[in-house]
């Protein structure tokens, strides 16, 4: 069974950065595009970017464009989201996820989910 785990949320100040992480276990994460998504307070999910399987193909939302960078280590199964920049929206659940179709995960129905690692920018 495919299981992913999210790291690395905290409060941070605005205007700062943090390095998020998803392990993946259970199969390689190289057949996989990686996704991460995010839900604010008394908000909906929403896209945050995703990398193909080999990271030849990488998008952003246009809300993190220019501050987020995705990556992955297919050797370690593990992706990341770093993000710099911080502001207030940017607070809340940051979720992974993974599929075989980059389509299906920009979309939101990725077959496997973290459970989250939470995010709170804030002075």
């Known amino acids: 069974q495919v299981q992913l785990a999210e790291s690395g949320g905290r409060l941070v100040q605005p205007g700062g950065s943090l390095r998020l992480s998803c392990r993946v276990s259970g199969r390689a994460m190289s057949v996989y595009a990686v996704g991460w998504f995010r839900q604010g307070p008394g908000q909906e999910r929403e896209f945050v970017a995703t990398i193909s399987s080999i990271g030849a193909t990488i998008i952003y939302a246009d809300s993190v464009k220019g501050r987020a960078t995705i990556s992955r280590d297919n050797a370690r199964n593990t992706a990341f989201l770093e993000m710099s920049t911080l502001k207030a929206e940017d607070t809340g659940v940051y979720f992974c996820?993974?599929?075989?179709?980059?389509?299906?995960?920009?979309?939101?129905?990725?077959?496997?989910w973290g459970q989250g690692t939470q995010v709170t920018v804030s002075s």
């Open positions: 996820a993974v599929d075989p179709s980059t389509t299906k995960l920009r979309s939101g129905a990725a077959l496997y």
